[in-house]
């Protein structure tokens, strides 16, 4: 806490940021934008860039910003001015800054880079940190910003997020539910908890080498054969079955049902839930 929090001079921040983007979050934004993406090409022609940075700079001006490729500066500098003032343009959504930055990530080919994973990952813990010294309600978790706050929630769907050949399916489950619980305009919670619920479903499939497998009898199995814990067992039950009873989750709306009474909570909970059950399942039900 500083001086002037501690002895009562400014307020500390307590409110989190789920809705908007104050300035102080904002400047740090950019401060790590502009410096891991700008800055190295700031006084140079355009065409004239290495192709990783001319490649993004175009990308940015037509597919992000929507402008004519004819209209492009061909000053770095003049570009950069320009994309600085949209972010800095409070007349813009809030999520403009959020939207910039995950396409600037899953977009920036840094060839010039010898190891791209590990600047990536340095990159999401930059942004974390500030997120998380900000009070923002996001994190950024497998290229995209996601409604959540907790270092064991983030940690538990990463681990459960990993994309290994054999439970590829799984990831790519995981991955669908975070993009529809973080989708900033039309975030879709219903679908987000049935992707969560699918990860489990397709990790049995895999697990007991059987696509048919009904949801009931792998957790039977895992119980009577590979020690699944009974009271583990029952919540995930209960968790599935929530899933079949709430409307337009795993089937269509029953008469007088709407689909907006699932809330960021539950498809939140859902989805850091069944990722701790697949972890746990990683780490117990195959010894």
């Known amino acids: 806490m500083k001086f002037s929090e501690r002895m009562g001079y400014t307020k500390p921040k307590d409110i989190i940021q789920y809705e908007s983007i104050d300035d102080d979050l904002k400047?740090?934004?950019?401060?790590?934008y502009y410096g891991n993406y700008l800055e190295a090409?700031?006084?140079?022609?355009?065409?004239?860039?290495?192709?990783?940075?001319?490649t993004y700079f175009k990308k940015l001006w037509t597919d992000f910003l929507k402008k004519k490729i004819n209209e492009i500066p061909e000053q770095a500098y003049t570009f950069i001015?320009?994309?600085?003032?949209?972010?800095?343009?409070?007349?813009?959504?809030?999520?403009?800054i959020y939207d910039l930055i995950e396409y600037t990530f899953n977009t920036f080919d840094f060839r010039t880079i010898g190891d791209k994973s590990y600047f990536n990952?340095?990159?999401?813990?930059?942004?974390?940190?500030?997120?998380?010294?900000?009070?923002?309600?996001?994190?950024?978790?497998?290229?995209?910003?996601?409604?959540?706050?907790?270092?064991?929630?983030?940690?538990?769907i990463n681990e459960a997020s990993k994309n290994n050949t054999e439970y590829k399916t799984v990831s790519a489950h995981f991955n669908k539910a975070l993009e529809l619980l973080s989708?900033?305009?039309?975030?879709?919670?219903s679908n987000s908890i049935k992707e969560s619920i699918s990860?489990?479903?397709?990790?049995?499939?895999?697990?007991?080498?059987?696509?048919?497998?009904?949801?009931?009898?792998?957790?039977n199995n895992l119980e009577h054969k590979h020690a699944l814990d009974k009271q583990i067992k029952e919540s995930i039950n209960k968790i599935y079955a929530f899933s079949n009873n709430v409307g337009a989750i795993r089937h269509a709306l029953k008469p007088g049902e709407t689909s907006?009474?699932?809330?960021?909570?539950e498809a939140k909970y859902m989805l850091v839930t069944c990722s701790a059950f697949i972890n746990y399942l990683k780490e117990t039900a195959t010894n």
């Open 27 to 32: 400047n740090d934004l950019w401060n790590l």
């Open 41 to 54: 090409a700031e006084y140079q022609d355009i065409y004239l860039l290495p192709e990783d940075f001319k």
């Open 81 to 96: 001015k320009l994309v600085e003032t949209d972010f800095f343009d409070n007349t813009k959504a809030w999520y403009f």
């Open 121 to 156: 990952h340095q990159i999401e813990s930059q942004l974390n940190s500030i997120l998380e010294k900000n009070l923002s309600g996001y994190r950024f978790i497998n290229t995209q910003f996601v409604p959540i706050t907790n270092d064991q929630e983030i940690a538990s």
């Open 183 to 189: 989708d900033k305009k039309t975030p879709d919670f």
């Open 199 to 219: 990860a489990i479903e397709s990790y049995f499939k895999v697990f007991f080498n059987n696509p048919n497998i009904k949801f009931g009898d792998a957790l």
């Open 260 to 265: 907006d009474k699932i809330t960021l909570a």
